[in-house]
Structure formats: structure tokens, C-alpha cells
């Protein structure tokens, strides 16, 4: 995991996945101080960082907030540590955090496990255009 930006925070999202690549879309557009790298996970670094991690996402389907040596989040807690990143009127959505996780992450899973039905799904993981591949892992 040597190769991964230590000053970076990793976002390991579902590349195949419409509303996911929407929302990966709309994190670099307000990830303002560029906190934020990406990866899918069905690549390899995002396989690698999954065992790395010990995450099974054949059960746990969820975006993973990763910041390399101090700490991991799925689910909910994830969206709102990303959220909390962009400052402005971003911070509001901190006020979810008075929900208890499992409240957060039973919204969370619902809409999980229908977006594709909702949003769609591509044949294959979304390449970036060049003005973002940097961006990208």
C-alpha cells in the first residue's frame, strides 16, 4: 500500500454504477482543496485495498472513505465524512450525525440496493476524461 498519496483520502466506489459515478463526479466538482482521490472498486488497486482493509465487498456494499494509515469508513458514515470535506453550506449535512449509525446505514442500504434499478448500470467501469484523470488511482 506504499504507492497510494499519504495526502490524500481514497474514495473506493462502485465503477459500474451510474449514481455512484454521478456522485464521484460531484465530489471532484466541490472537493474545492482536492482531498480526494478515486478508485473503483472492481480495479485492481481497489481489490488491493479491500484486502488490505479486510473489507468483503461481496457483503458490504458501500462506498469506503479510506485515508491511508489512520483509518477507514463505509456506508453513511463515509457520504458524511466526504461531505464534511467540501466546507460551506456542505457542513449542514453534519446534522445526520445525530442519527444512530444503524438508522443512517438502514437509508443508506436502501438506497444501495436499488440504485441500479433506479439509476442504471454501465457495462464497464467509467474512464475519466483528461481533466480529471489525476484525480484517479
Known amino acids: 500500500m506504499n504507492n497510494l498519496p499519504s ?3 481514497v474514495i473506493l466506489f462502485d465503477g459500474v454504477c451510474n449514481f455512484c459515478n454521478d456522485s464521484v463526479l460531484k465530489v ?3 472537493d474545492t ?4 482521490v478515486f478508485t473503483s472498486l472492481q480495479s485492481d488497486i481497489g481489490k488491493e485495498i479491500t484486502q488490505y482493509l479486510g473489507v ?3 457483503k458490504i456494499d458501500s462506498i469506503i472513505l479510506y485515508e491511508p494509515n489512520v483509518s477507514y469508513d ?3 458514515s463515509a457520504a458524511l ?3 464534511n470535506g467540501f466546507g460551506g453550506i456542505w457542513k ?5 450525525w445525530i442519527f444512530p ?3 443512517r446505514n438502514f437509508v443508506y442500504d436502501y438506497i444501495a440496493k436499488n440504485r441500479y434499478k433506479w439509476f442504471g448500470k454501465k457495462e464497464a467501469c467509467m474512464l475519466p476524461s483528461k481533466e480529471i484523470q489525476e484525480k484517479f488511482l
Request: net charge positive.
Open 74 to 76: 463505509i456506508k453513511s
Open 28 to 30: 471532484i466538482k466541490y
Open 33 to 36: 482543496k482536492n482531498k480526494f
Open 92 to 96: 449542514l449535512t453534519q446534522v445526520f
Open 7 to 9: 495526502n490524500k483520502k
Open 56 to 58: 468483503d465487498t461481496s
Open 81 to 83: 465524512k466526504i461531505m
Open 101 to 103: 449509525e444503524s438508522l
